[in-house]
């Protein structure tokens, strides 16, 4: 017996692909992990706790792997989704920025409107000539109107790309009015 849930321990390992499949959730067959959270067990702290990630991932839903093209400026380069976050950013250098503080060599932003990822300010559509990119982010995060597009990009290292796109989409969330109660998140 475990003696934290009162039940038999496995003998068998459970595998992720299984817990996955049992919640509706379908999985690529790389490029995905598993992360544990340690909540505090005071119970008003965990409400806290949760209640924080509840608005982040309202806001932060899907990411997604971005080979090497145009509108990626390193050989490794991860991008996540920032929902109905359009009125949050300005150009993009925040952004940029941010990923830079992170160590990676830089982040690409794009806005998704009328079906195209454009520029912040601007009309351009930087995916004009990459249909291949257009497609996989399309499928991969099922982007709506007025969502954000943080592309973290770095030459050495695809985890630092990856840490670079979520520090700057976090920092995006930080900077922003309706969320200024989520300052102490990336410091």
Known sequence: MSA???RPASPVPVR???VAAEAGVALPARGYGVAMVFLPRDKSQRKE???IFGEISQYICSETQVPKSSISIA???HAVLLRNLKFAIKRGVEQRDAAIKMGAKGATTLLYNNGKFLIPGSKFNALKEEKSIEKLLKDNLKPIENDIIVIGSDDNSYITAELASKSAALQTLENH???KGLEFIIR
């Open 49 to 51: 706790c949760e209640k």
């Open 177 to 179: 009015e309706d969320h």
């Open 75 to 77: 050989e490794y380069n």
């Open 4 to 6: 934290q849930t009162d």
């Open 16 to 18: 992720i692909r299984d």
